[in-house]
């Protein structure tokens, strides 16, 4: 089966512009979280859709960050405007919501803001 | 309130076993994750512990104590590629939604 998919890989910008990240999930997964990672860290959730929904966004900077997955399968994320402690790598990642499952993760999108 | 506890940084020999230890304090606790992440790359699932005990995979386990908030992975036969970030994960289930919350992670390098 295909895995989660991202892109872009790489992305470098100026401060104060803005950005969009794209992730397309694994088949049939219901679930799909947008985590920042900065270097080492671990991931931290940004937000959790349920379908279309959002589930959680508790930890998002809503004065500059959103996400939307509008038919419940691809998600953006987008960065407006960028900040120079925004640079970090950011991971989709994707589940089926059942007990015995676990979270799959794209190669994630590594963001410099210089 | 939620938080996970594991080692920054561990080193081992070839060949040898080491253990990476996690603890966790969570509200709606569904089950503990171990995964690996090698550098510049995306984390990949090694293991699962819903039950106290230990599961075992290969050169891999993982061991689980719920009534202790504790966790730990153990790698056997080291290998120099199993050097990489070792991230501890615990699913929480609140409110019927389950989410993955993320340790640290613990960098292992694997020496000659």
């Known amino acids: 089966e295909a895995g989660v998919a991202q892109s872009p890989r790489y992305k470098i910008i100026e401060k104060r512009q803005s950005v969009a990240f794209w992730c397309n999930p694994i088949?049939?997964?219901?679930?799909l979280y947008w985590y920042q990672q900065i270097l080492g860290q671990g991931p931290k959730l940004l937000i959790q859709?349920?379908?279309?929904?959002?589930?959680?966004d508790s930890q998002l900077p809503k004065d500059r960050f959103s996400a939307e997955r509008l038919k419940g399968v691809d998600s953006t994320l987008k960065i407006q405007p960028a900040k120079l402690e925004d640079s970090a790598v950011y991971l989709c990642?994707?589940?089926?919501?059942?007990?015995?499952?676990?979270?799959?993760f794209g190669q994630g999108t590594r963001l410099t803001v210089v | 309130g939620q938080n996970i506890d594991q080692p920054t940084e561990m080193t081992a020999t070839e060949g040898a076993i080491v253990q990476i230890n996690c603890t966790y304090q969570?509200?709606?606790?569904?089950?503990l994750f171990w995964y690996q992440q090698h550098a510049g790359e995306a984390p990949t699932f090694l293991s699962y512990?819903?039950?106290?005990g230990l599961e075992e995979k290969g050169r891999f386990s993982s061991f689980l104590s719920r009534s202790k908030g504790y966790s730990y992975l153990l790698l056997k036969e080291l290998q120099m590629k199993d050097s990489a970030s070792y991230l501890c994960?615990?699913?929480?289930?609140?409110?019927?939604?389950?989410?993955?919350?993320f340790g640290t992670g613990t960098r292992l390098k694997v020496l000659a």
């Open positions: 990642a994707s589940s089926h919501q059942g007990a015995n499952t676990e979270a799959f």
């Open positions: 088949s049939g997964h219901a679930t």
């Open positions: 859709f349920q379908n279309n929904g959002v589930v959680d």
């Open positions: 969570t509200s709606g606790f569904n089950g």
């Open positions: 512990n819903v039950l106290d």
């Open positions: 994960a615990v699913r929480d289930l609140t409110s019927g939604t389950y989410k993955y919350i």
